[in-house]
């Protein structure tokens, strides 16, 4: 037997679990994640969140109250409600992001045990996983959530600020709110990038499979039988083709039998009970097979090698060797998208609201800097558009963690609609009966699997809703910045009636004086002559 160590999901996500705990973003016990790495449940661990979502919120609060100070009457009432709404976003986001983390910790404890369970199911089949990809993806998100995080915060302060005070450090907790939704965006991010890694090596390796067949057939195998190699067929073509010319030979050696109807047994999944602690290690049985160790070093046949003959004058023939993989890849797929399923009711309500704040926030900010730009007044709460650089960096950064989980998770509807691709591609590449059954019948239960992450239902995560969205944060500025324009021109002509009033009624008081002078001196000469 050998021995081949494999990481487990969780235990990958040292950095992510600890930056989570420090914050209150999840409220399992440190202990026991740092001595056997495992989630557990946790009464401090719960109390701890729900005390930093108050003192994080309080010093928001208060630290937004001391960056306004006395400008909330200087703007209009609907410019400040606006940016009330905007500003306090972030602290509604952070709360339902800690909120939904306690209400939803034993369903993420059942996601691990459920990932930890595949990933031991199709390392006995050879498919092995590299979780150390995840937590660089991780790694790598986190950084970016550092950088934007630092650059807008401290830019802020530097151009913002006019007393450099102990007292004036709060703006720093601002960060904290934003950093927290990033944080939690993130978990979602590692949850759905772990379910698509596990569709694309199931993918990959079925595609590996039938790379190696192609490649030995086409190295060592001699021509194919005239009948089938001479006529150009397409894969539904050849199958139909394959069938019949196979039970016709069947038919002329053997007379027929009373028909037999043969069943595939393909069980659903069943949850079971979950384990103490993941697995860190697969035993996997070291062949000894003759007929495969003759080619264990040549070059471009993968995983094909147990399928294929140990003498190179021998045909290809696959017969029931593949069924037991493909039907643990179809249960595999099933139970794939039962934990995507999860992950999906887990993080609903959370990109709802992220969405939401995306939409609203980054159409704000691009308004005001075109005011920024035009030369226009622009309230306090928005004055990071006043700076053109940091403008973009907050409207990037909001942008990216819109983006981000929506293109992700796309990837991974699109990646286990291709499971069925892959099989069927192998069955054409085997082309023998028995293999087009079995990939018949397990296709139409992968049809059955079907994947898909929206927020409450409302929208799909997929890039139809990034063009929507796009496409309404356009429309709604154009919209914006014609009544700027139409207000600044009622402005104009109501300036310009003024200055007109005004004129005429100088002309009409000069008018009057002169014609008194007149009149008077008109009556002294009179009075005079008399």
């Not at 490649?215 to 001699?222: A, E, P």
């Not at 016709?248 to 109807?261: C, F, I, S």
């Not at 239902?457 to 139809?464: E, H, K, R």
């Amino acid at each position: 037997m050998s021995v081949i160590p494999v990481r487990s999901l969780l235990d990958s996500q040292h950095v992510l679990f600890y930056i989570s705990s420090i914050f209150g973003v999840i409220p399992y016990s440190l202990w026991a994640f740092a001595k056997r790495t495992v989630l557990q449940l946790s009464i401090l661990g719960n109390v701890w969140v729900v005390c930093s979502l108050v003192v994080n919120t309080v010093l928001y609060h208060i630290a937004t109250t001391n960056y306004v100070k006395d400008d909330w009457g200087t703007q209009k009432t609907l410019t400040n409600a606006i940016g009330i709404f905007i500003i306090y976003m972030e602290p509604l986001m952070m709360a339902t992001d800690m909120v939904a983390g306690m209400i939803n910790q034993k369903q993420l404890m059942q996601c691990f045990d459920r990932i930890a369970r595949i990933d031991n199911h199709l390392a006995t089949e050879g498919i092995l996983l590299n979780n150390q990809r995840l937590r660089r993806s991780t790694i790598v998100l986190l950084l970016l959530t550092l950088l934007f995080e630092a650059v807008i915060t401290v830019y802020s302060f530097v151009v913002f600020e006019e007393e450099f005070t102990v007292w004036s450090l709060i703006w720093f907790i601002t960060t904290i709110p934003t950093a927290i939704n990033s944080v939690c965006r993130i978990w979602y991010v590692m949850l759905v990038l772990a379910i698509r890694q596990r569709f694309n090596a199931m993918n990959a390796h079925m595609n590996a499979i039938a790379h190696g067949l192609l490649n030995y057939k086409d190295q060592f195998v001699g021509e194919q039988d005239p009948d089938i190699a001479e006529i150009p067929l397409d894969y539904l073509e050849r199958e139909i083709f394959t069938v019949y010319t196979q039970r016709r030979k069947q038919l002329a050696a053997t007379p027929p039998k009373n028909p037999t109807t043969k069943v595939i047994a393909v069980k659903p999944y069943q949850p079971k009970q979950p384990v103490a602690s993941p697995v860190k290690s697969v035993e996997l049985p070291t062949h000894h097979n003759s007929a495969i160790q003759p080619w264990a070093d040549m070059e471009g046949l993968g995983p094909a090698r147990q399928y294929l003959p140990g003498d190179l004058r021998l045909r290809v023939k696959i017969e029931q060797r593949l069924d037991n993989k493909l039907i643990l890849i179809c249960r595999t797929h099933d139970e794939l998208c039962e934990v995507g399923k999860i992950i999906n009711r887990m993080y609903s309500v959370q990109m709802l609201v992220a969405m939401a704040h995306g939409f609203v926030a980054i159409t704000a900010e691009f308004y005001f800097l075109y005011c920024s730009l035009t030369e226009q007044e622009v309230p306090i709460l928005f004055r990071s558009a006043e700076v053109f650089v940091l403008a973009l960096t907050y409207i990037s950064y909001t942008a990216l963690k819109c983006v981000v989980p929506i293109f992700v998770c796309w990837k991974t509807k699109t990646d286990s609609q291709r499971t069925g691709i892959e099989m069927h591609y192998l069955a054409n590449v085997v082309d023998e009966c028995h293999c087009y059954e079995v990939v018949n019948h397990l296709s139409l239960k992968l049809l059955n699997h079907h994947l898909n992450f929206s927020a409450c239902g409302f929208f799909d995560l997929d890039m139809t809703t990034l063009y929507a969205i796009t496409g309404a944060i356009t429309s709604y500025l154009i919209i914006l910045i014609q009544f700027n324009l139409a207000a600044i021109q009622k402005s104009n002509s109501n300036s310009t009636l003024a200055s007109n009033a005004s004129t005429s009624t100088a002309v009409s008081i000069i008018e009057n004086a002169v014609t008194t002078a007149l009149t008077t001196s008109k009556r002294l000469t009179m009075t005079s002559g008399v």
